[in-house]
Antibody, heavy 122, light 112 residues
C-alpha cells in the first residue's frame, strides 16, 4: 500500500532553516511527483510547490520563491522540502502528498503523509 | 491567483440526512485537454487531508458512494447523500488548472 512517512516535529528560531523529509513506499517513486502543502494553526491549506521524482523538475509557489527548495533522493525514495529564513508565520504543519502528472503538471494529490509540525519561535 | 470560494463555511447535519457544499472558482477550471481540475478533500479531526473526489466527479479508491461531485466551469458541488458520523471534518475544494494551486477556505461539517 502507498505510504508517505514524514520526519518528526521541529522547533526553529527565526532566520533558521528547516528540512522536512518524506519517505515513500508501496509504489514506483519515479513515476510520480511529490507536492508539499502547509497548514498554519487553525487555518486552511496552502500549496507550496511540487517536484517531479522522475527528473527533479520543480514548481514553487511564487510567495515562497527564493526560500524553498524541494529535492528528491531516488535511491531511498525520499523527498525533501527545505525552507530558509524562517519567520513566525511559517509555523505550520507541513504535508507531503503523492502527485499525479497530467498535461505537463502534477495536479492530483492522492496519498498524503502524516504531517510535520514546524514551530518557529524565538 | 484563482480564488476558490466555498459555501457554507460550516454545517450541522443529522445522521442520515443529506449535505451539500458549494465551491465556486474565479476562473474556469476546464483545461484544453478536456479535463476539469477540481478536487475535493476531507480533513478529519487530527488527520491529514484525504482525497475524496478528483476531476469534479470521480470518487477516489475506497470512497463510499454516498459522496458525489458535480459541476462544470466555475461552479461545483459536493454532495453527501446520507451523512454518517465518520464524515465529520473539514471539506476543501482545490483547483490545479493554474499555478499556484489554491484551496477553498474549508467547510466544517459537524453532526447534530
Amino acid at each position: 500500500q502507498v505510504q508517505l512517512v514524514q520526519s518528526g516535529a521541529e522547533v526553529k528560531k527565526p532566520g533558521a532553516s528547516v528540512k522536512v523529509s518524506c519517505k515513500a513506499s508501496g509504489y514506483t517513486f519515479t513515476s510520480y511527483g511529490i507536492s508539499w502543502v502547509r497548514q498554519a494553526p487553525g487555518q486552511g491549506l496552502e500549496w507550496m510547490g511540487w517536484i517531479s521524482a522522475y527528473n527533479g523538475n520543480t514548481n514553487y509557489a511564487q510567495k515562497l520563491q527564493g526560500r524553498v527548495t524541494m529535492t528528491t533522493d531516488t535511491s531511498t525514495s525520499t523527498a525533501y522540502m527545505e525552507l530558509r529564513s524562517l519567520r513566525s508565520d511559517d509555523t505550520a504543519v507541513y504535508y507531503c502528498a503523492r502527485a499525479n502528472r497530467q498535461s505537463g503538471s502534477y495536479r492530483r494529490f492522492d496519498y498524503w503523509g502524516q504531517g510535520t509540525l514546524v514551530t518557529v519561535s524565538s | 491567483d484563482i480564488v476558490m470560494t466555498q459555501t457554507p463555511l460550516s454545517l450541522s447535519v443529522t445522521p442520515g440526512q443529506p449535505a451539500s457544499i458549494s465551491c465556486k472558482s474565479s476562473q474556469s477550471l476546464l483545461h484544453s485537454d478536456g479535463k476539469t481540475y477540481l478536487y475535493w478533500y476531507l480533513q478529519k479531526p487530527g488527520q491529514s487531508p484525504q482525497l475524496l473526489i478528483y476531476e469534479v466527479s470521480n470518487r477516489f479508491s475506497g470512497v463510499p458512494d454516498r459522496f458525489s461531485g458535480s459541476g462544470s466551469g466555475t461552479d461545483f458541488t459536493l454532495k453527501i447523500s446520507r451523512v454518517e458520523a465518520e464524515d465529520v471534518g473539514v471539506y476543501y475544494c482545490m483547483q490545479s488548472i493554474q499555478l499556484p494551486y489554491t484551496f477553498g477556505q474549508g467547510t466544517k461539517l459537524e453532526i447534530k
